[in-house]
T-cell receptor, first 114, second 118 residues
Framework: NAGVTQTPKFQVLKTGQSMTLQCAQD?????MSWYRQDPGMGLRLIHY???????DQGEVPNGYNVSRSTTEDFPLRLLSAAPSQTSVYFC?????????????FGAGSRLTVL | AQTVTQSQPEMSVQEAETVTLSCTYD???????LFWYKQPPSRQMILVIR??????QNATENRFSVNFQKAAKSFSLKISDSQLGDAAMYFC???????????????FGKGTKLSVKP
Protein backbone atom coordinates (compact mmCIF):
# COMPACT_ATOMS: atom_id res chain seq x y z
CA ASN A 1 0.00 0.00 0.00
CA ALA A 2 1.93 3.04 -1.27
CA GLY A 3 -0.50 5.75 -0.12
CA VAL A 4 0.05 9.07 -1.92
CA THR A 5 3.01 9.19 -4.28
CA GLN A 6 4.41 12.47 -5.58
CA THR A 7 7.02 12.88 -8.28
CA PRO A 8 9.48 14.45 -8.65
CA LYS A 9 10.73 15.19 -5.13
CA PHE A 10 12.95 18.03 -6.35
CA GLN A 11 12.89 20.12 -9.51
CA VAL A 12 14.66 23.23 -10.74
CA LEU A 13 13.06 25.20 -13.56
CA LYS A 14 13.86 28.32 -15.48
CA THR A 15 11.32 31.11 -15.72
CA GLY A 16 8.86 30.39 -18.50
CA GLN A 17 9.35 26.64 -18.57
CA SER A 18 6.44 24.29 -18.03
CA MET A 19 6.27 21.12 -16.00
CA THR A 20 3.87 18.69 -14.35
CA LEU A 21 3.94 17.50 -10.76
CA GLN A 22 2.53 14.02 -10.58
CA CYS A 23 0.32 12.72 -7.79
CA ALA A 24 -1.07 9.20 -7.53
CA GLN A 25 -2.96 7.42 -4.76
CA ASP A 26 -3.92 3.77 -4.45
CA UNK A 27 -6.56 4.08 -1.71
CA UNK A 28 -9.56 4.71 -3.98
CA UNK A 29 -9.98 8.17 -2.47
CA UNK A 30 -12.52 10.41 -4.17
CA UNK A 31 -11.06 13.66 -2.85
CA MET A 32 -7.63 14.88 -3.96
CA SER A 33 -5.98 18.24 -3.53
CA TRP A 34 -2.82 20.25 -4.07
CA TYR A 35 -1.31 22.62 -1.50
CA ARG A 36 1.69 24.86 -1.60
CA GLN A 37 3.77 25.63 1.47
CA ASP A 38 5.73 28.84 1.79
CA PRO A 39 7.67 30.08 4.84
CA GLY A 40 5.39 31.85 7.30
CA MET A 41 2.29 31.12 5.21
CA GLY A 42 1.31 27.61 6.22
CA LEU A 43 -0.26 25.42 3.54
CA ARG A 44 -2.56 27.03 1.01
CA LEU A 45 -4.93 25.18 -1.27
CA ILE A 46 -4.27 25.45 -5.02
CA HIS A 47 -6.84 23.11 -6.62
CA TYR A 48 -8.93 20.20 -5.49
CA UNK A 49 -11.08 17.44 -6.96
CA UNK A 50 -13.99 15.48 -5.52
CA UNK A 51 -13.96 12.81 -8.23
CA UNK A 52 -12.86 11.92 -11.74
CA UNK A 53 -13.78 14.70 -14.14
CA UNK A 54 -14.48 17.22 -11.35
CA UNK A 55 -11.99 19.90 -10.34
CA ASP A 56 -12.25 23.29 -8.68
CA GLN A 57 -10.06 26.17 -7.59
CA GLY A 58 -8.71 26.73 -4.14
CA GLU A 59 -7.20 29.82 -2.55
CA VAL A 60 -4.20 30.31 -4.87
CA PRO A 61 -5.02 28.78 -8.30
CA ASN A 62 -3.37 31.31 -10.64
CA GLY A 63 -0.61 29.86 -12.81
CA TYR A 64 -1.65 26.26 -12.17
CA ASN A 65 -3.79 23.82 -14.09
CA VAL A 66 -5.23 20.45 -13.04
CA SER A 67 -7.25 17.62 -14.49
CA ARG A 68 -8.67 14.41 -13.04
CA SER A 69 -9.18 11.76 -15.70
CA THR A 70 -8.92 8.83 -13.26
CA THR A 71 -9.64 8.33 -9.58
CA GLU A 72 -5.97 7.55 -8.91
CA ASP A 73 -4.17 10.48 -10.56
CA PHE A 74 -4.28 14.23 -10.03
CA PRO A 75 -1.43 16.02 -11.85
CA LEU A 76 -0.61 19.69 -11.26
CA ARG A 77 0.64 21.62 -14.28
CA LEU A 78 2.68 24.80 -14.27
CA LEU A 79 2.13 26.35 -17.67
CA SER A 80 4.81 29.06 -17.54
CA ALA A 81 6.83 28.89 -14.34
CA ALA A 82 7.55 32.08 -12.41
CA PRO A 83 9.92 32.68 -9.45
CA SER A 84 6.83 33.26 -7.26
CA GLN A 85 5.99 29.59 -7.76
CA THR A 86 9.12 28.51 -5.92
CA SER A 87 7.63 26.49 -3.10
CA VAL A 88 7.07 23.06 -1.61
CA TYR A 89 4.02 21.33 -3.06
CA PHE A 90 1.93 18.71 -1.33
CA CYS A 91 -0.69 16.42 -2.76
CA UNK A 92 -3.26 15.02 -0.33
CA UNK A 93 -6.26 12.71 -0.62
CA UNK A 94 -9.13 11.30 1.41
CA UNK A 95 -12.48 9.60 1.13
CA UNK A 96 -15.28 12.02 0.45
CA UNK A 97 -18.21 11.88 2.77
CA UNK A 98 -19.41 12.20 6.29
CA UNK A 99 -17.03 11.43 9.08
CA UNK A 100 -13.64 12.66 10.23
CA UNK A 101 -11.91 11.95 6.96
CA UNK A 102 -8.24 12.47 7.55
CA UNK A 103 -6.15 13.69 4.66
CA UNK A 104 -3.24 11.48 3.62
CA PHE A 105 -0.32 13.56 2.37
CA GLY A 106 2.38 12.82 -0.12
CA ALA A 107 6.02 13.44 0.76
CA GLY A 108 6.10 16.81 -0.99
CA SER A 109 7.88 18.21 -4.03
CA ARG A 110 10.33 21.07 -3.72
CA LEU A 111 10.25 23.32 -6.78
CA THR A 112 12.72 26.09 -7.47
CA VAL A 113 12.13 28.53 -10.32
CA LEU A 114 15.15 30.57 -11.35
CA ALA B 1 -15.03 31.75 5.22
CA GLN B 2 -13.25 29.82 7.90
CA THR B 3 -9.88 30.95 9.23
CA VAL B 4 -7.30 29.35 11.52
CA THR B 5 -4.86 31.40 13.58
CA GLN B 6 -1.72 30.25 15.33
CA SER B 7 -0.36 33.21 17.27
CA GLN B 8 2.97 31.68 18.27
CA PRO B 9 5.41 31.51 15.34
CA GLU B 10 8.02 29.84 17.56
CA MET B 11 8.04 28.03 20.87
CA SER B 12 10.73 26.36 22.92
CA VAL B 13 10.53 23.68 25.62
CA GLN B 14 12.99 21.84 27.79
CA GLU B 15 13.19 18.09 27.29
CA ALA B 16 10.77 16.23 29.62
CA GLU B 17 8.73 19.41 30.22
CA THR B 18 5.24 20.25 29.00
CA VAL B 19 4.39 22.78 26.31
CA THR B 20 1.10 24.10 24.96
CA LEU B 21 0.63 25.35 21.41
CA SER B 22 -2.27 27.70 20.76
CA CYS B 23 -4.79 27.70 17.94
CA THR B 24 -7.96 29.68 17.42
CA TYR B 25 -10.38 29.45 14.54
CA ASP B 26 -13.35 31.24 13.15
CA UNK B 27 -16.38 29.53 11.66
CA UNK B 28 -20.14 29.82 11.50
CA UNK B 29 -20.57 26.06 11.24
CA UNK B 30 -21.60 23.92 14.16
CA UNK B 31 -20.10 20.65 12.98
CA UNK B 32 -16.48 20.36 11.90
CA UNK B 33 -13.18 18.66 12.60
CA LEU B 34 -9.95 20.04 13.97
CA PHE B 35 -6.51 18.58 13.51
CA TRP B 36 -2.93 19.06 14.60
CA TYR B 37 -0.28 18.06 12.09
CA LYS B 38 3.43 17.72 12.77
CA GLN B 39 6.01 18.47 10.10
CA PRO B 40 9.56 17.40 10.99
CA PRO B 41 12.58 18.45 8.90
CA SER B 42 11.80 15.56 6.54
CA ARG B 43 8.76 17.74 5.59
CA GLN B 44 6.37 14.79 5.81
CA MET B 45 2.96 15.86 7.17
CA ILE B 46 2.10 13.63 10.12
CA LEU B 47 -1.29 13.64 11.83
CA VAL B 48 -0.84 14.12 15.57
CA ILE B 49 -4.39 14.30 16.83
CA ARG B 50 -7.93 15.09 15.70
CA UNK B 51 -11.08 16.32 17.36
CA UNK B 52 -14.70 16.10 16.26
CA UNK B 53 -16.55 19.27 17.20
CA UNK B 54 -19.63 17.39 18.37
CA UNK B 55 -17.57 15.54 20.99
CA UNK B 56 -17.17 17.40 24.25
CA GLN B 57 -14.41 15.11 25.46
CA ASN B 58 -10.93 16.29 24.58
CA ALA B 59 -8.94 13.98 22.34
CA THR B 60 -5.73 12.38 23.62
CA GLU B 61 -3.02 10.38 21.89
CA ASN B 62 -0.32 9.20 24.28
CA ARG B 63 1.68 12.32 25.26
CA PHE B 64 -0.46 14.59 23.09
CA SER B 65 -3.75 16.05 24.22
CA VAL B 66 -5.95 18.94 23.21
CA ASN B 67 -7.98 21.53 25.06
CA PHE B 68 -11.01 22.08 22.86
CA GLN B 69 -13.14 25.06 23.82
CA LYS B 70 -15.94 25.19 21.25
CA ALA B 71 -17.58 28.37 22.49
CA ALA B 72 -14.26 30.19 22.53
CA LYS B 73 -13.24 28.59 19.22
CA SER B 74 -9.96 27.51 20.71
CA PHE B 75 -8.04 24.29 20.08
CA SER B 76 -4.69 24.10 21.87
CA LEU B 77 -2.24 21.21 21.78
CA LYS B 78 -0.44 20.05 24.91
CA ILE B 79 2.70 17.97 24.60
CA SER B 80 3.72 16.26 27.84
CA ASP B 81 7.15 14.84 28.63
CA SER B 82 8.62 16.56 25.56
CA GLN B 83 11.18 14.60 23.60
CA LEU B 84 13.87 15.68 21.16
CA GLY B 85 11.89 14.01 18.39
CA ASP B 86 8.98 16.39 19.03
CA ALA B 87 10.97 19.25 17.52
CA ALA B 88 9.07 20.20 14.37
CA MET B 89 6.64 22.61 12.80
CA TYR B 90 3.11 22.12 14.08
CA PHE B 91 0.06 23.08 12.07
CA CYS B 92 -3.48 23.47 13.31
CA UNK B 93 -6.14 22.76 10.68
CA UNK B 94 -9.90 22.92 10.23
CA UNK B 95 -12.16 20.83 8.05
CA UNK B 96 -15.89 21.17 7.59
CA UNK B 97 -18.09 18.18 8.37
CA UNK B 98 -20.48 19.10 5.57
CA UNK B 99 -20.58 16.67 2.71
CA UNK B 100 -19.22 17.47 -0.70
CA UNK B 101 -17.53 20.24 -2.63
CA UNK B 102 -15.19 22.70 -1.01
CA UNK B 103 -16.29 21.61 2.44
CA UNK B 104 -13.71 18.84 2.25
CA UNK B 105 -10.85 21.28 2.02
CA UNK B 106 -8.43 21.57 4.92
CA UNK B 107 -7.72 25.09 6.17
CA PHE B 108 -4.36 25.52 7.87
CA GLY B 109 -2.88 27.95 10.31
CA LYS B 110 0.55 29.37 9.57
CA GLY B 111 2.30 27.01 11.95
CA THR B 112 4.34 27.04 15.15
CA LYS B 113 7.96 25.97 15.12
CA LEU B 114 8.73 23.98 18.25
CA SER B 115 12.28 23.57 19.50
CA VAL B 116 13.17 21.07 22.21
CA LYS B 117 16.23 21.79 24.34
CA PRO B 118 18.20 18.85 25.81
Amino acid sequence: NAGVTQTPKFQVLKTGQSMTLQCAQDMNHEYMSWYRQDPGMGLRLIHYSVGAGITDQGEVPNGYNVSRSTTEDFPLRLLSAAPSQTSVYFCASSFQGLGANVLTFGAGSRLTVL
Amino acid sequence: AQTVTQSQPEMSVQEAETVTLSCTYDTSESDYYLFWYKQPPSRQMILVIRQEAYKQQNATENRFSVNFQKAAKSFSLKISDSQLGDAAMYFCAYRSASYGGSQGNLIFGKGTKLSVKP
